[in-house]
């Protein structure tokens, strides 16, 4: 089951802000179908965050430190 759930962290009322970082190449964005970004829509808190690193792919830490 995916993060992206009523069940989980799209859940309105999950308690702590979340944030995700992704690399703009990264494959995990077509597998979870931009479910991350739906999490941030649903989650209450103003500091949730979605972020991408240009020029990286999955291993941003590596492709674009």
Same mark, same amino acid.
């Given at each position: ?5 009523? $069940? ?11 944030? =995700? *970082?992704?690399?703009?190449? +990264? ?10 970004? $739906? ?11 979605? =972020? *991408?690193?240009?020029?990286? +792919? ?8």
């Amino acid at each position: 089951m995916p993060l992206g759930t009523p $069940e989980k962290l799209m859940n309105s009322n999950f308690p702590i802000a979340v944030s =995700f *970082v992704y690399g703009s190449d +990264d494959w995990t964005r077509i597998v979870d179908r931009d479910y991350a970004k $739906e999490c941030i829509v649903a989650n209450k808190h103003v500091d949730s965050q979605f =972020f *991408v690193v240009p020029d990286s +792919d999955h291993n941003m830490h590596m492709d674009n430190p």
